[in-house]
């Protein structure tokens, strides 16, 4: 599975960002598909994923801010950002899980600043 994902960039604080991934494959045939992140100097953590039946966990940072969802016609996850903070910042990766196997996107930057 190919991953690309897209959408990060330079956010004031306060403000959205909405990043996609798509996948070179049927999504509804993947199991889980999800966004990590990761920021300088620390580990990737999990953002949030979705289910291949639809079910979403959110890391508790995320909970309130930040939505997955997606869309099978388009083969495409995405992850709207709301409320963003510096904290937020970091190297956003997109994630598959299909069977045992595990998948990775290139990632797309976001930066949260004033």
């Known amino acids: 599975v190919q991953l690309q994902a897209f959408g990060g960039g330079l956010v004031q604080p306060g403000g959205s960002l909405r990043l996609s991934c798509i996948a070179s494959r049927r999504i509804d045939s993947i199991n889980a598909m999800g966004w990590y992140r990761q920021a300088p100097g620390k580990q990737r953590e999990l953002v949030a994923i979705?289910?291949?039946?639809?079910?979403?966990n959110l890391a508790n940072f995320a909970k309130g801010r930040f939505t997955i969802s997606r869309d099978n016609a388009k083969n495409t996850v995405a992850l709207q950002m709301n409320s963003l903070n510096p904290a937020d910042a970091g190297v956003y990766y997109c994630?598959?899980?299909?069977?045992?196997?595990?998948?990775w996107g290139q990632g797309t930057l976001v930066t949260v600043s004033s």
């Open positions: 994630n598959a899980v299909v069977s045992l196997s595990t998948y």
């Open positions: 979705i289910t291949r039946g639809g079910s979403t």
